[in-house]
């Protein structure tokens, strides 16, 4: 039963525009949300965050927004530079079970076309 | 400050076998968790060492183990491997544990069993 869902495996977006990462949650406990990017060959690297307490998180080129009566998050990236090709993966924990690790939706792949 | 080393970074293995991973975190988080990656699970968490005690463990077999030395290295052993074993082990650190804040992910071991 996945917790965490990133619906689609990969997503292609022309460079300059604007690319939209969607994930979904079931777990109406989950409080804590963050997106982590992913190279080949390297570890994931942290992103960005958002508390339950927020509906709106910005850091420069991304933001995320989560809507928590529909249980879903998204990021945004705009401008997407080719540097943004990679799999972004995203992850919730609950407040209740902080010792139960991240857990993580299976990612996606953004591509960024020149 | 150096980032969170894991090695050995490519090993193979056969049926049968046991293999032992090494991590060591960023210096001065005490937090220490691990992560299996497949391409088609994702991300999905092992256990967590906290002060080197097992805070907490993932949906894995028994023959998944670990522990974490007085200077916060971590080590996680396979016994028994099966070919499902072959992945991509992530190991991550933080300064305050799970789900308190972003992890710092090393680039990984990655398992092949034969």
């Known amino acids: 039963d996945q917790q965490v869902k990133q619906n689609s495996p990969s997503l292609s977006v022309q460079e300059g525009r604007i690319s939209i990462l969607n994930c979904d949650y079931t777990?109406?406990?989950?409080?804590?949300f963050l997106w982590y990017k992913k190279y080949p060959a390297e570890g994931p690297t942290f992103l960005i965050s958002?508390?339950?307490?927020?509906d709106k998180n910005e850091d420069g080129r991304f933001t995320v927004f989560l809507n928590k009566s529909a249980k879903h998050l998204s990021l945004h990236i705009v401008p997407s530079q080719p540097g943004d090709s990679a799999v972004y993966f995203c992850?919730?924990?609950?407040?209740?079970?902080?010792?139960?690790?991240?857990?993580f939706g299976k990612g996606t792949h953004l591509i960024i076309q020149p | 400050k150096a980032g969170v080393t894991q090695t050995p970074r490519y090993l193979i293995k056969t049926r049968g076998q046991q293999v032992t991973l090494s991590c060591s975190p960023i210096?001065?988080?005490?937090?220490v968790s691990w992560y299996q990656q497949t391409p088609g699970q994702g991300l999905q968490f092992l256990f967590e060492?906290?002060?080197?005690?097992?805070?907490n463990k993932g949906n894995f077999p028994g023959r998944f183990s670990g522990r974490q030395f007085s200077n916060s290295r971590s080590e996680m052993n396979v016994s028994t491997l099966e070919l499902g074993d072959s992945a991509l082990y992530l190991c991550?650190?933080?300064?305050?544990?799970?789900?308190?804040?972003?992890?710092?992910f090393g680039e990984g071991s990655r398992l092949t069993v034969l």
């Open positions: 210096s001065g988080h005490r937090s």
């Open positions: 060492y906290f002060s080197e005690t097992q805070r």
């Open positions: 991550a650190s933080s300064s305050r544990g799970l789900g308190t804040g972003e992890l710092f």
């Open positions: 958002i508390s339950s307490i927020k």
């Open positions: 777990n109406s406990m989950f409080d804590y």
């Open positions: 992850a919730a924990s609950a407040r209740e079970s902080r010792a139960d690790g991240l857990t």
